[in-house]
Nanobody
Framework: VQLQASGGGLVQPGGSLRLSCTAS????????MDWYYQAPGKQRELVAG???????NYADSVKGRFTISRDDAKNTVYLQMNSLKPEDSGVYFC??????????????WGKGTQVTVSS
C-alpha cells in the first residue's frame, strides 16, 4: 500500500490550495484518512481528520478555513485550504489507517508535500 500526495506549492497570503492524497494497492477499505502538518523544527501535528463514517475534525488553527473531504471510491482524501496564512507554511503529510487483508488497521504515511505561504 502506498500513499501519494500532491497539490502543494507557493501561494500568497489569503490564497488557496487543494491537496490530494491517493492510496493505492490491495486495499479493502480505509478507516481513517488524515492530514498532518510539520513546521520546520517542530513536531508533526494533526490538521484535519476524517473517518469512514463521515466524522471530521480539525485543529483549532484551521477551523473555518480548511475542509477535509474524501472520495472512498477513489481511495482519495482532499484538503481544501482557503485564506492561507504564512504560519500555515510547512510540509503536509497524508496519513491513513487501512485494511489490506491479511493486515487490518495498519497506519501508512505518504511523503510530504511542501506548502509555502508568502508574498
Amino acid at each position: 500500500v502506498q500513499l501519494q500526495a500532491s497539490g502543494g506549492g507557493l501561494v500568497q497570503p489569503g490564497g488557496s490550495l487543494r491537496l490530494s492524497c491517493t492510496a493505492s494497492g490491495p486495499i479493502l477499505s480505509i478507516n481513517v484518512m488524515d492530514w498532518y502538518y510539520q513546521a520546520p523544527g517542530k513536531q508533526r501535528e494533526l490538521v484535519a481528520g476524517s473517518t469512514s463514517t463521515g466524522y471530521t475534525n480539525y485543529a483549532d488553527s484551521v477551523k473555518g478555513r480548511f475542509t477535509i473531504s474524501r472520495d472512498d471510491a477513489k481511495n482519495t482524501v482532499y484538503l481544501q485550504m482557503n485564506s492561507l496564512k504564512p504560519e500555515d507554511s510547512g510540509v503536509y503529510f497524508c496519513h491513513a489507517v487501512i485494511n489490506a487483508p491479511p493486515s487490518y488497521n495498519i497506519a501508512y504515511w505518504g511523503k510530504g508535500t511542501q506548502v509555502t505561504v508568502s508574498s
